[in-house]
């Protein structure tokens, strides 16, 4: 039974994403018309992460429904490469980049938000869907890794891959630089270079404390959940 209020609610936040995406991607703002994009900001990139990995969580949901009870072996091994892609995507993305997004995005903006969301940015970008790119992404992932045991992958092959895709954004991000002679982000243009690559490896050093807090919190909740259910399943003493 509790089976199809997840799948509701996956489909949901996956139409929100896909919502938040094309409200962002039809606001005329200068710059998405310079070099690299949307693409150059963090932030659209975890919301294509969100949205391709609900995308999975939903065309998983649909691959079990129409698999149980069927005895095909071949349909039964796609589905279970469908649930490792739709857990390895979120121990080494979704998590620890959506994470990370918010994060440091409201870190900053509190403290100067010049720094990383000048307000010339209100003309352009509603209140609401701020919040779309910068703050619902967490509870949602939270809210996924509640409803669903996932299988992280190997602490050596997860560590890996997001150092990969940290080292890769921050080269793009110099590349960009190196083109336009323009920083990506308001206050790298405001601290020296050695500034810049103390923070380009306290970011890497992040989300590696990211993926390894995902990976601990999806232990914790179900091995308290395990634990529940093996407390009710006891046979009360009379």
Known sequence: MALVPCQVLRVAILLSYCSILCNYKAIEMPSHQTYG??????????LVIQAVFFGICVLTDLSSLLTRGSGNQEQERQLRKL?????????????????????????????DREMIYPRLLDNFIPGWLNHGMHTTVLPFILIEMRTSHHQYPSRSSGLAAICTFSVGYILWVCWIHHVT??????FLEHIGSGARIIFFG??????NFLYLLGEVL???????QRSIEEEKEKPKLE
């Open 218 to 224: 999806n232990s914790y909740i179900w091995d308290t």
């Open 202 to 207: 306290s970011t890497t050093i992040l989300m």
């Open 181 to 186: 002679g323009m920083w990506v982000y308001p």
């Open 37 to 46: 994009g949307s693409w150059k900001f963090l932030t659209f990139i975890d």
């Open 83 to 111: 649930i490792s892609l739709r857990d390895w995507t979120l121990a080494v993305l979704a998590f620890p980049v959506g994470v990370f997004v918010v994060a440091v995005f409201w870190t900053i903006y509190a403290y």
